[in-house]
């Protein structure tokens, strides 16, 4: 076991990010260390809990300057450094710069490079994943070996600096969820950010969404989207109106609800069936999470309630299909997917133990050997 190490835990480019609440699972397992120093450095522009004085050393810096300073100023071990699409030059020159850095990034573009300099103008995503992925010698994701082996050859480099580190449970985030009727009016819930359907649908889900949507509540099963709550705070005074159709849906599908989640608390999720990530897939965008197991995953682990997924969502569906998680179904299904949502009581209630079996071992705890992640 590392002992006496000092750790400095980063955000995306200094910055918590209002979907992204990787950092605060892993300062919550972190803290069951007592033989470890905990440090987190970010740019000071949101709020956070204030649980986490108790045993972080908190610096709140102005910009990203200060924050170079700020480690150069400490003795430390290891930094980690959380990062996604539209961070990684800052995570690039936290490489460059400093020793023992740990990259945990959250996904990275299946676009070849023209398509996503367009879809992502000003941006430097493309050259500084390429310095990572040849550079840093701990690359940690929610990605599985499948992926590692792509990358590995794409960027001429070892697959075994990639390590598969998924958003894991928290024990004391777990939802002992009531048992609830099976009937007819079957809740899907939907937790998570949602693309406006103005982005280019062959990279973006915001418009098989809507028809997934559309094509569901038409069979009289009930969806809501649970948006984080200041992303919700927000959806409904957009300035370009980019999610107008959503509203639209909300304000007139009877079948469909916009709602407003809390952070890390899954008992939102009662008196949902099952929760879902994308159903219908569509061009190229399903590649990003082909071969990873995101951190809906773990929130709908931690909720206690069974899944529906995408088997194009490879990953995760042979995790639900091996575990008995919840309903795996393809494209074609959602044409009539009351047939497949025709389950007894019995089967219904077996999916919610398997879901509170596995989420015991699918925890940092089981899970995370200090010793192989920070070496």
């Not at 070849?112 to 010698?137: A, M, Q």
């Not at 940690?140 to 792509?150: D, I, W």
């Not at 409904?236 to 107008?244: I, P």
């Amino acid at each position: 076991m590392l002992k006496n190490k000092h750790f400095i835990l980063i955000p995306p480019n200094g910055r918590f990010k209002k979907q992204d609440f990787s950092l605060l699972r892993i300062m919550k397992w972190l803290k069951n260390f007592k033989n470890i120093k905990i440090s987190l450095i970010y740019i000071e522009d949101v709020k956070i809990n204030k649980n986490l004085q108790d045993f972080i050393n908190i610096y709140k810096v102005k910009d990203e300057e200060e924050i170079f300073k700020t480690i150069k100023s400490l003795d430390y071990d290891f930094i980690f450094h959380r990062s996604w699409m539209g961070a990684y030059y800052f995570a690039a020159t936290l490489v460059k710069t400093f020793d023992n850095v740990l990259i945990n990034i959250k996904d990275w573009n299946f676009a070849e490079k023209e398509v996503y300099e367009y879809l992502f103008p000003d941006n430097k995503d493309y050259e500084s994943i390429d310095y990572i992925f040849k550079n840093c010698n701990n690359i940690l994701s929610h990605f599985t070996k499948e992926q590692s082996k792509l990358w590995a050859k794409k960027y001429n480099t070892k697959k075994n600096k990639f390590k598969f580190f998924p958003e894991y449970c928290n024990k004391d985030n777990f939802n002992n969820k009531p048992k609830i009727k099976y009937k007819k009016n079957i809740k899907l819930v939907y937790a998570g950010k949602i693309p406006p359907t103005c982005y280019a649908e062959e990279y973006f889900p915001g418009k098989a969404h809507l028809r997934s949507i559309k094509k569901l509540t038409k069979q009289k099963i009930n969806i809501d989207f649970v948006l984080p709550p200041k992303i919700y705070d927000t959806f409904y005074n957009h300035s370009n109106n980019l999610y107008l159709d959503f509203i639209y849906e909300d304000k007139i599908n009877r079948n469909f609800n916009i709602l407003k989640g809390k952070e890390l608390n899954s008992q939102i999720l009662d008196e949902y069936h099952f929760g879902f990530f994308e159903l219908e897939t569509s061009g190229k965008n399903h590649n990003l999470y082909k071969y990873a197991v995101t951190s809906k995953f773990a929130f709908y682990l931690e909720a206690g309630i069974p899944m529906l997924i995408n088997k194009k969502f490879n990953s995760m569906a042979k995790l639900v299909k091996k575990y008995n998680l919840g309903i795996v179904f393809n494209n074609n299904d959602l044409k009539n997917l009351n047939k497949k949502l025709k389950i007894s009581q019995e089967e219904y209630n077996l999916l919610c133990k398997n879901i509170k079996t596995f989420r015991k071992k699918f925890t940092y705890q089981k899970n995370i050997n200090l010793n192989k992640v920070f070496k």
